[in-house]
């Protein structure tokens, strides 16, 4: 009996990772990238300005300067990665800023972050970028603890934003 338990399972993830896809995004994405980050903003408690916001990553999508891949299952969008490239001048290297990771809620826990994860981290690579970098605020546990699991170096800094 409990084999067969285990059995279903196990067919049960193996389903759930079939249908799982990770895929550049591109300009043609940009509205279903828009109402992503619409759902990571009200997550994050922060403000998100929906007037022009598809435009705007579309220009940057087409001109490069985002990258973004879409987590798909079955499918339907989910969620995202999105990436700058930077210059550490500390290092005086560039590095890949991931500046988002997001999953609907009944995304989560199922592996779609971590390959996401491993995409951007071979397009940092291909690239040649020596690091990654990212934040998370502090009061997400589950996103602390995922970065944590991955073997990410945490850093002890304050985030500030300055409009100008």
């Known amino acids: 009996m409990l084999m067969a338990a285990a059995d279903v399972v196990a067919d049960v ?6 249908n799982m896809v990770v895929r550049a995004a591109g300009p043609a994405d940009a509205a279903v990238l828009s109402r992503l980050c619409a759902a990571h903003a009200a997550h994050e408690h922060i403000r998100h300005e929906g007037e022009g916001h598809a435009e705007r990553l579309a220009q940057a999508l087409q001109t490069h300067r985002l990258r973004i891949w879409l987590g798909l299952m079955g499918g339907e969008p989910v969620g995202y990665a999105s990436t700058t ?3 550490s001048t500390l290092d005086a290297q560039s590095f890949v800023h991931l500046d988002c990771l997001y999953l609907e809620p009944g995304a989560r826990g199922l592996g779609l972050g971590r390959a996401l994860m491993a995409t951007v981290a071979q397009y940092a690579r291909d690239i040649g970028a020596r690091q990654l970098q990212w934040q998370t605020p502090v009061w997400n546990g589950q996103a602390v603890g995922f970065y944590d699991a991955l073997g990410a170096c945490r850093l002890d800094k304050c985030r500030y934003t300055l409009a100008v």
């Open 85 to 87: 490239l930077d210059f």
């Open 13 to 18: 993830v193996e389903d759930v990772v079939a």
